[in-house]
């Protein structure tokens, strides 16, 4: 059973930084891609970065320009670097593993953005 663990969420101000990472209990190159998602109060859970085993990355309109997925150092985390947060960043941030038709998830880590 894979399973994920998330860190590094926290109560930012706006326009500040934050890095969230995902360890996983398995390497990451057994994954055919890992990504982040988020749910915001009242909303539905929705994508905001992922990564493929070949290194491609996929990035929200919403988020471009402002987060980046990464591999991590080691080779079972996945990290997610957000600069020039916004309080509408705010939000449950889940990580995702996918094996063929499987989709693994964290129990989720809270970002709030909010001066």
């Known amino acids: 059973q894979v399973r994920l663990v998330e860190f590094g969420g926290d109560l930012v101000q706006p326009g500040g930084s934050l890095r969230l990472s995902c360890a996983a209990s398995?390497?990451?190159?057994?994954?055919?891609?890992m990504g982040w998602y988020r749910q915001a109060p009242g909303k539905q859970r929705e994508l905001v970065a992922t990564i493929n085993v070949g290194g491609v990355t996929n990035y929200a309109d919403s988020v471009k320009g402002r987060f980046t997925i990464s591999r991590g150092g080691a080779k079972d985390t996945v990290d997610l670097q957000m600069n020039a947060l916004k309080p509408e960043d705010t939000a449950i941030y889940y990580c995702n593993a996918r094996i063929l038709r499987n989709a693994f998830w964290g129990p989720g880590t809270q970002v709030t953005v909010s001066s």
């Open positions: 398995e390497s990451i190159f057994n994954f055919n891609a």
